[in-house]
């Protein structure tokens, strides 16, 4: 991989601050997710016994989606770069879905199957949205930094995200509707709002001052299509030869999610 010039907008704490902000606001729309979604399923009409299968959806997610955009982002040859496209999408489809997610009664008619179903559905693609939002801000990092302060912007990475979770849990102290009644009715509206609009904030301010130089386009680069194929044939090829004790790892991780 072609290691990419460092950002000429930020210097010091400031670029480091710019890299990893977004990774709060992505922190804060997952804790939203994780502290108030099973509550709100559960209101819904969703059985207690089907929940956890929603959950399964985090390690799902991550298990295909982060490796392939990584794969995918590494050839990319769109003229924002090769990371930010993907950022920007999937922020995109985040908001849709969290937009869903807190108006899923009023989108459906209150007709309890559909409502469920359409949740579901919501929650299984912000997952995945979440993920490649996850795995291209993290390529990122290590794009604009030079080895010797990517253990730096590891560090503020995890403090961003460690930020994020601790705004998203304590909102559910407030009284959201109270206090922030034109952004939704409900508390659960009103968190799908502030999250959306948080992250909005957020990977607006990584992608202006991080810019990327665009990746060339070599002759040898095809389609999306093909490139994407190839790039699921090389996972799955990878977690076939993982070592065993990694496969154990990948399974315990899978069944603490049900």
């Known amino acids: 991989m072609d290691s ?9 704490l400031a670029q480091y601050l710019a890299l990893t902000v977004a990774l709060g606001g992505l922190q804060f ?12 399923l559960l209101s819904l009409g969703m059985k207690k016994s089907h929940v956890s299968l929603v959950w399964l959806a985090g390690p799902l997610s991550g298990l295909v989606t982060q490796p392939l955009v990584g794969i995918l982002s590494d050839n990319c040859t769109a003229k924002l770069g090769r990371r930010r496209p993907y ?10 879905c969290l ?9 459906t008619g209150s007709r309890p199957a559909l409502t469920i179903w359409l949740a ?4 299984y693609a912000m997952d995945f949205a979440i ?5 291209s801000m993290r390529a990122l990092i290590v794009d604009s930094l030079p080895t010797s302060r990517q ?13 994020g979770n601790v705004a998203g849990y304590l909102m559910g102290f ?3 509707v109270r206090l922030l009644p034109f952004l939704g009715s409900t508390h659960m509206q009103v968190l799908t709002s502030i999250a959306s609009l948080l992250l909005v904030a957020t990977v607006a301010i990584t992608c202006y001052f991080s810019p990327e130089i665009p990746l060339a386009r070599s002759p040898a680069q095809s389609g999306v299509g093909g490139s994407s194929l190839r790039a699921l044939g090389t996972i799955f090829t990878s977690i076939r030869s993982l070592p065993v004790a990694i496969k154990d790892v990948c399974r315990i991780q899978l069944f603490s999610w049900i």
């Open 4 to 12: 990419l010039p460092m950002p000429t907008a930020a210097s010091g």
């Open 29 to 40: 729309v997952w804790s939203v997710e994780t502290g108030f979604g099973s509550l709100y």
């Open 87 to 96: 950022i920007i999408g999937s922020t995109v489809a985040v908001v849709l």
């Open 99 to 107: 937009i869903v997610i807190g108006w899923t009664r009023e989108l």
């Open 120 to 123: 579901v559905i919501a929650f």
């Open 131 to 135: 993920n490649c939002i996850q795995a």
């Open 151 to 163: 253990d730096a912007g590891t560090a503020w990475a995890s403090r961003m995200i460690g930020a």
């Open 174 to 176: 407030l009284d959201l």
